[in-house]
């Protein structure tokens, strides 16, 4: 079945360092790619999203793209901050679904 | 626009009990989806609805079930309560299933 994995964590940095975390899938077809973030006593947040290969999505200064020929959807950020602080999950949806497949999150602590 | 409410956000219930949830989607949405989060288990599909009718489900036992009103609110139902079953329910709406899906911030549901 469709499946995600992420690095584990937990990842500590310093403020205005250089993040990445990275995420790979399995799964069958052409699925969308998704991180989500989750705050402490939160739900998850739609951070961004990418539908089809070589996709690149975007949000508040975080990317990721859709790599087909390495099944990767790995997150960046060029400098981050104290509020990046947070659980970020990799997910994916396949074709035809409707449901999501979730790695199994990597916690972030930013230090000032 | 308000987002997708859960009520209650915390329960306290003992083993052998059942319990019952519920979630409101962002207006206009039907597509209701829930999920369970534990620190072992990560996120896991529990089940979707669209117009009252469930379109997929996960791998749960049947003691986790589940409806969708005509107005797509969603209730979600555990009975004969084990403590296995503690853990962070989070439910999520979209318009049709389609991604994104939008989250509540979840029920934190404790077995004594």
């Known amino acids: 079945g469709d499946s995600v994995t992420q690095m584990e964590g937990p990842v500590t940095l310093s403020e205005e360092a250089f993040l990445t975390i990275n995420c790979t899938y399995t799964?069958?077809?052409?699925?969308?790619l998704f991180w989500y973030v989750q705050y402490p006593g939160e739900g998850l947040q739609l951070l961004l999203k990418?539908?089809?290969?070589?996709d690149k999505g975007s949000n508040k200064g975080f990317e990721a793209t859709y790599r087909k020929e390495t099944t990767s959807f790995h997150l960046e950020k060029g400098s981050v901050q104290v509020s990046d602080s947070a659980v970020y999950f990799c997910?994916?949806?396949?074709?035809?679904?409707?449901?999501?497949?979730f790695g199994q999150g990597t916690r972030l602590t930013i230090n000032p | 626009k308000a987002g997708v409410t859960q009520t209650p956000r915390y329960l306290i219930k003992t083993r052998g009990q059942q319990v019952t949830l519920s979630c409101s989607p962002i207006?206009?949405?039907?597509?209701v989806s829930w999920y369970q989060q534990t620190p072992g288990q990560g996120l896991q599909f529990l089940f979707e609805?669209?117009?009252?009718?469930?379109?997929n489900k996960g791998n749960f036992p049947g003691r986790f079930s589940g409806r969708q009103f005509s107005n797509s609110r969603s209730e979600m139902n555990v009975s004969t309560l084990e403590l296995g079953d503690s853990a962070l329910y989070l439910c999520?709406?979209?318009?049709?299933?389609?991604?994104?899906?939008?989250f509540g911030d979840g029920t934190r549901l404790s077995i004594l």
């Open positions: 999520a709406s979209s318009w049709t299933g389609d991604q994104p899906q939008h």
């Open positions: 799964a069958t077809g052409y699925p969308s």
């Open positions: 990418a539908t089809k290969a070589d």
């Open positions: 997910a994916l949806s396949g074709q035809g679904a409707q449901k999501l497949v």
């Open positions: 207006s206009g949405h039907r597509s």
């Open positions: 609805y669209f117009s009252e009718t469930q379109r």
